[in-house]
């Protein structure tokens, strides 16, 4: 017979594991939409401390307690930019100095030019696709983490990502090949 | 016509990701026999490498190490009673009363009042339609007030008054018209006869209380020296 966890002793087995898990990646996150690594600290300390009220841990022992730690980040990111009545702005510095920081020193400099190229890019998408996108390949989530975490549908998350998907290709694509896939039915010259 | 390499499912599946339900048939096959849409499937692989490399695999800051602490020695009790009370705090610093209201409840007063005009203006028109088909229903006061209801006059009209009411002879249906007796003095149109020759008013200057000149004697002979007409009257010694 297993005996029934304590709740409390559960909160504190799960804040301990998710602590060294997520806690950089949800600092990513929340600076993503706050374009504040202060207030992105200080909202990934609330959502640790969140887990602590959770009246029901046992549902986060698993797969669920990744999306629900970015669902609070995300509210709780939300919630600090309608205080503080900011607009998301992409300001290319904060947004680049964050989003860049893969510790890569033996980068080559066209790694690094092809990083800053797709990084340029990226802010030109819409801020839903761009969100997708980045929950899928920065912070690793499934179209249904993502979906729990934003609150969409998984085919409306599937429709944002490969959407994005295709835009970023079209922009990446050199010049002369994005001419020709911009237009692939304008009549050949005689 | 799109391709199947347009269709979200294809995306996914060339992530290795899977959308719920049953992708297409068409981008089964798609996948798996056409060569061009596996290339298509490389190309969409690579752009999400490219797009996760630059983006990196996870973020380089961290919390400090009192916020750590802070969370993994946490009191549940004082935590929740934080967050209630950050849940129930005003923004505003100023009382309720003083805050300014939002602009929805602003202009709150705007449909009652719009309702209650409509609700007056039909009200009206009920009442006096109700009215109208009473009297078309019941003759006897229709003739008792042929006036139509619903046209209220302003002001009645003065009948003794010539600017107000014009007594035009109107042509009713069975009224006798007075005759026309032909004035003899006027000649009948046609007629070769002259119109009749006023005579002229006798112009007579002689008065001489109307003239303000001197008038001169009418038998006497005009002075050889006319200034001696203003001479002025010899006294008496």
Not at chain 1, 1 to 29: K, S, T
Not at chain 1, 59 to 86: A, F, I
Not at chain 2, 135 to 144: A, H, I, K, L
């Amino acid at each position: 017979m297993n005996p029934i966890p304590d709740p409390g002793q559960l909160r504190a087995e799960l804040v301990q594991r998710a602590l060294p898990e997520f806690e950089r990646p949800l600092i990513g996150y929340a600076t993503s939409i706050t374009h504040d690594h202060d207030a992105a600290r200080d909202i990934v300390q609330d959502t640790f401390l969140k887990l602590w009220i959770h009246e029901d841990p046992a549902s986060l022992d698993g797969p669920g307690l990744k999306p629900w730690l970015y669902t609070v980040c995300r509210n709780r990111s939300l919630d600090w930019l309608r205080r503080r009545h900011r607009l998301v702005s992409l300001d290319s510095d904060s947004f680049a100095q964050f989003a860049a920081s893969t510790p890569e020193p033996a980068a080559t400099a066209s790694s690094r030019d092809d990083a800053a190229d797709v990084l340029r890019y990226f802010q030109r998408l819409p801020a839903n696709q761009a969100e997708c996108l980045r929950l899928k390949f920065q912070h690793d989530l499934s179209y249904k983490e993502i979906a729990a975490a934003t609150g969409l549908t998984v085919t409306n998350v599937g429709f944002l990502i490969h959407t994005g998907l295709k835009r970023l290709r079209q922009l990446l694509a050199p010049p002369a090949s994005r001419a020709t896939a911009a237009s692939p039915l304008l009549p050949l010259p005689n | 016509m799109k391709s199947p390499a347009d269709h979200p499912d294809f995306t996914a599946m060339a992530i290795g990701e899977h959308i719920d339900g049953t992708p297409p048939q068409a981008v089964l096959d798609a996948l798996h026999q056409n060569p061009a849409a596996r290339r298509e499937a490389d190309a969409i692989r690579s752009t999400a490498q490219r797009l996760s490399a630059a983006l990196g695999s996870s973020g380089s800051h961290s919390l400090d190490s009192a916020a750590r602490l802070a969370i993994l020695n946490a009191d549940p009790a004082a935590v929740r009673a934080r967050f209630a009370s950050e849940s129930s705090s005003q923004p505003a610093s100023t009382p309720a009363n003083t805050r300014p209201r939002p602009r929805h409840d602003r202009y709150s007063w705007v449909v009652p009042t719009a309702a209650a005009a409509a609700v007056v203006i039909a009200g009206w028109f009920f009442l006096n339609n109700t009215r109208i088909r009473q009297r078309s229903n019941n003759p006897s006061t229709q003739d008792e007030n042929p006036e139509p209801t619903g046209f209220v006059r302003a002001t009645p009209p003065d009948k003794s008054s010539p600017t107000q009411r014009r007594d035009i002879p109107r042509h009713t249906p069975g009224a006798v018209t007075p005759e026309i007796v032909a004035d003899p003095a006027i000649p009948a149109p046609g007629s070769s006869s002259q119109l009749p020759v006023m005579p002229a008013p006798a112009v007579a200057n002689d008065d001489p209380a109307r003239s303000p000149m001197p008038q001169l004697p009418k038998s006497a002979t005009p002075p050889a020296n006319p200034s001696s007409l203003f001479a002025a009257p010899e006294r008496n010694p």
